[in-house]
């Protein structure tokens, strides 16, 4: 069964709390990595993407931009192709998710929860899958530390069925230090031949 509401307040006061602090700490930090984001990829620095939140209310995600614009005369069009070495980095580090601290401060996003995917997934979910917005997504989450972007399709979407199903604020603590680990090693960044994640296809996994 699904946590209860002291947990559900406590955890969004923790939330912008710890998203306050953090960003507050870590201004010049963040405030450096724009500007290198400036100085290698140009402008927009920041990355925006509407995600469907809690109860799949749309939200626009923030994140550092890791890609190039897409060139077809350069031949950079899919993910892969525009994904710099530079990108590639900030992503190994977990340093493009230093602007979803303010995603996580306006409560469009918890620090632990399934993570927000795309919009167009939402028609694809079966009942069970769709429990996953019944909390905030997260920064990071269960599917996250238990391999992150190389967990197939179904298991990750199970993963976050069982997180709402699970949710405390131990396995909330396991699951953070657990992506210290998984930060650090730099582990599960991607999927085989993809920048991050294949595309959601139900249909492809069914055949």
Not at 86 to 110: C, H, I, K, Q, Y
Not at 116 to 145: D, M, N, S
Not at 177 to 196: C, D, K, P, Q, Y
Request: net charge positive; glycine share 8%; no cysteine.
């Amino acid at each position: 069964m699904g946590a209860g509401r002291a947990y559900q307040a406590s955890k969004r006061a923790f939330d912008a709390v710890a998203a306050a602090a953090a960003l507050v700490v870590l201004a010049p930090f963040i405030g450096a990595v724009a500007a290198l984001v400036r100085w290698r990829l140009g402008r927009p620095v920041i990355f925006t993407q509407e995600r469907p939140g809690r109860d799949g209310a749309i939200f626009r995600l923030r994140k550092f931009r890791t890609m190039v614009a897409p060139d077809p005369a350069r031949g950079l069009i899919s993910d892969e192709q525009r994904l710099t070495r530079f990108g590639a980095a900030l992503r190994a580090w977990s340093l493009d998710e230093l602007p979803t601290l303010w995603n996580v401060l306006r409560g469009d996003m918890s620090l632990v929860g399934p993570r927000p995917l795309l919009v167009e997934y939402l028609k694809h979910y079966t009942p069970r899958q769709a429990r996953r917005h019944e909390v905030r997504p997260g920064v990071t989450g269960l599917a996250q530390v238990n391999g992150r972007n190389q967990v197939p399709w179904p298991l990750r979407l199970e993963m976050d069925v069982k997180y709402v199903e699970r949710q405390s604020w131990m396995l909330d603590l396991r699951i953070l230090l657990r992506t210290v680990g998984m930060v650090l090693r730099r582990s599960g960044i991607s999927a085989e031949g993809h920048a991050t994640m294949p595309e959601y296809r139900p249909e492809a996994m069914d055949a």
